[in-house]
């Protein structure tokens, strides 16, 4: 027998013969025939070459014996086109022919075959779920490289049998049932279940999603509420490659571009900001646009009578805070915070304010101000029950929160129970002290993210302090020739974010020198058990608290890769991009917006003057959208005004307050200084 298999090689490297069947023939065919039904006989491979070949296709020309005596037989089918069984063992096939065939015959581990898995889920003769057999093209390729690999013809098995296949291995013994515990059986179930339900959900959002006019929104929502979900889901194998990547394949999206609100006006005003034609026709192009980012700042501030109407909504509620928390017996302090303290904040900008105890509770950080939520939700009924705010809602997020709206003035107000952002507000001042175009730059951005609602963390947009970091980011990147205009700065942010910056792979933080440096981001699973702890605390024994930072925050989201990675200099643990669901829609904004500015700098390059500003792309039409709620601003504010004149009259001794410290009065007459100390009776 081994003769025979020797006999075989020559034969196939002749390419005398196609397929195992025919190598055969011509081996055995220059033996002596032994008996003519012997088992193992030359007649017993004649009937196997016949079984082999079952599947004739049209005869092709006959082939010659190589004796004389013996006759010639017809070829038979195309052997390119025979497929061949699932084990090619010579020894096997000659015992299968004798009746002497209990089980298969396992090759050495240097010859396994590829295994084929077939869609439609078939079972083979030997009891093998879901297995095809190879082709010839397959098995000479398999011999040549050695590697089992899948058919490039065999389609892709379907989510049961892959499932299968990942769960266990198929047996080799004779019944070759595949044993799949119990625990496996109920996570392949769960995860299944999972997959449809959320690609149901999926569909469900996305057919909203066409029906409303800013329907990426719900998607945002929906991917958000998500995400959260399967955190807190304790069930949930985070080790299992198969359903985090469905998961985020799921959780995945195409970012577009986000075209900013439309104008509802019924005439077009001319931008407050715009260069008139003459003058452009003596400016080279930067200029043009420098001029129009200054003049585009001057508008955006706030006027006198809306920071005296900002003031005085801040007054009216922290004293209204005072009132309702000291008859519930609570001792506690409100403050300011945010771009209202900063001095960045546009006229209709949110007020934050934030409540706390000085005397801290034992506990973890979140125990020492989520405790006062339940004052929180008494001070949110007062809110709904009072004239003065409406559109009133209590959430819980990491710390209790009460989002309401002025009636009178529009402004949106957040009441929350956080730690103190002392430490953002320094490093907010610091560079806008260091950076000269920085205000103006801010500016702009806020407001073209706020005409497209992407400055709103709850629709996967990204806070103003966040933002206010990116932009010192992207002008602190260390450069041959840093620019020194604020046109070449803005186009230096929209092309960093928009094309240079690689999400996926990088992360950015600020070094002790205010430079901007990268990190890599890393898998979860490339970490072994306690090695990012023990990065962690070997850092923060050093007291380097900025690499502790980037060891805690460098792992990139399983769910969500693509998230921006940004550390806060002013917190090193804190992510500022990990709740931007929405940041491929700002990356396609910021290059989309960036293109159509070029165009309009080369159009007015050649000298072609469109009466258009360049700053359209940008902000849209932010002075028609905004011109509404900033009339009720502005009209509230001037009453305001008018009647501290009138008390300022009528007690002519006392001392008039000037701009940095201006004081608003309600028409209640209450008045404060933008923070107070609540005490309980």
């Known amino acids: 027998m081994q003769s025979s298999h020797l006999l075989s090689i020559p034969s196939c490297r002749a390419r005398n013969a196609f397929n195992a069947s025919r190598a055969l023939l011509f081996a055995f065919s220059t033996l002596s025939r032994q008996s003519s039904e012997a088992a193992g006989s030359f007649a017993s491979y004649e009937t196997l070459h016949d079984q082999l070949n079952t599947s004739t296709t049209k005869p092709t020309k006959p082939i010659k014996s190589t004796r004389p005596d013996q006759p010639a037989k017809p070829a038979k089918a195309n052997p390119i086109r025979t497929q061949l069984p699932a084990i090619l063992d010579l020894r096997t096939r000659q015992a299968s022919i004798e009746r002497s065939f209990q089980s298969r015959q396992p090759l050495p581990s240097s010859d396994v075959q590829p295994r084929t898995v077939s869609r439609n889920g078939n079972v083979d003769g030997n009891g093998n779920e879901g297995v095809d057999e190879p082709s010839v093209q397959d098995v000479v390729r398999w011999r040549k490289t050695k590697t089992p690999a899948r058919p490039n013809h065999v389609p892709v098995p379907d989510e049961a049998t892959a499932d299968r296949i990942d769960a266990t291995k198929i047996a080799t013994q004779s019944d070759h049932v595949p044993v799949i515990d119990e625990a496996t059986e109920k996570h392949i179930a769960a ?7 959320l690609r149901k959900e999926q569909r469900e959002v996305d057919e909203a999603a066409l029906k409303a006019p800013d329907g990426w929104k ?8 998500t995400v959260v979900a399967i955190g807190k889901d304790k069930e949930f194998a985070w080790n299992d490659v198969k359903a985090v990547d469905n998961v985020r394949g799921i959780l995945n999206y195409d970012g577009v571009n986000i075209s900013p609100k439309p104008s509802i006006a019924e005439t077009q005003v001319a931008a407050p900001w715009i260069v008139a034609l003459k003058e452009r026709s003596t400016m080279q192009p930067m200029e043009v646009l420098d001029e129009e980012i200054r003049r585009f700042a001057a508008w955006a501030q706030p006027s006198p009578a809306e920071l005296a109407a ?5 007054d009216s509620t922290i004293q209204f805070i005072k009132k309702k928390l000291s008859k519930k017996g ?7 915070f945010g771009s209202e303290k900063t001095g960045l904040a546009l006229p209709t900008s949110d007020i934050d304010i934030r409540i706390f105890e000085h005397s801290k509770h034992k506990g973890s950080l979140r125990k020492n101000y989520s405790h006062l939520a339940t004052p929180m939700r008494h001070l949110h009924e007062a809110m709904i029950k009072s004239d003065d705010y ?33 430490n953002q507000q320094a490093i907010t001042q ?3 002290a260091e950076l000269p175009h920085l205000r103006d730059l801010f500016y702009i951005t806020r407001t073209m993210l706020g005409m497209r609602d992407l400055v709103e963390v709850f629709n996967g947009g990204i806070g103003s302090y966040g933002l206010f970091i990116m932009l010192v980011a992207a002008l602190k990147r260390p450069t041959s020739s840093p620019s020194t205009s604020a046109g070449h700065q803005l186009i230096q942010f929209l092309l960093f974010y928009g094309r240079h910056h690689n999400y996926r792979e990088h992360g950015l933080f600020l070094n002790e020198e205010g430079v901007t440096r990268t990190f ?20 923060q024994e050093r007291g380097d608290n900025v690499l502790a930072g980037q060891e805690a925050i460098r792992v990139a989201r399983p769910l969500q890769p693509y998230l921006l990675c940004l550390q806060d200099p002013a917190d090193p643990r804190n992510d500022l991009g990990r709740k931007s669901n929405g940041i491929k829609f700002l990356r396609r904004t910021c290059e989309a917006v960036r293109l159509e500015m070029r165009s309009e700098l080369e159009r007015i390059g050649r000298g072609e003057m469109s009466g258009q500003s360049l700053l359209e792309g940008v902000v849209g039409r932010a002075h028609e959208v905004s011109a509404w709620q900033r009339s009720r601003i502005e009209e509230f504010g001037r009453g305001v005004i008018e009647r501290r004149r009138d008390r300022e009259e009528a007690k002519p001794g006392e ?16 008045e404060g200084k933008g923070g107070s100390v609540v005490h309980g009776e």
């Open 191 to 197: 995860r299944r279940v999972l997959s449809r339900r």
């Open 218 to 225: 719900y998607v945002m929502h929906w991917i958000a509420r």
């Open 310 to 314: 900002r003031q005085a909504v801040v």
């Open 330 to 336: 609570k001792s506690v302090a409100s403050e300011v």
């Open 390 to 422: 409406i559109c009133t809602v209590f959430r819980f997020s990491n710390f209790p929160i009460i989002n309401a709206q002025h009636r009178a003035t529009g402004i949106d107000i957040q009441i929350v129970s956080s730690p103190s952002t002392a």
């Open 430 to 432: 610091k560079y806008l």
């Open 520 to 539: 890599d981001k890393i898998e979860r699973d490339s970490l072994g058990d306690g090695e990012q702890k023990s990065i962690i605390d070997a850092a």
């Open 655 to 670: 001392a008039v307050l000037g701009p940095d410290e201006a004081v608003a009065v309600q028409a209640d007459g209450h």
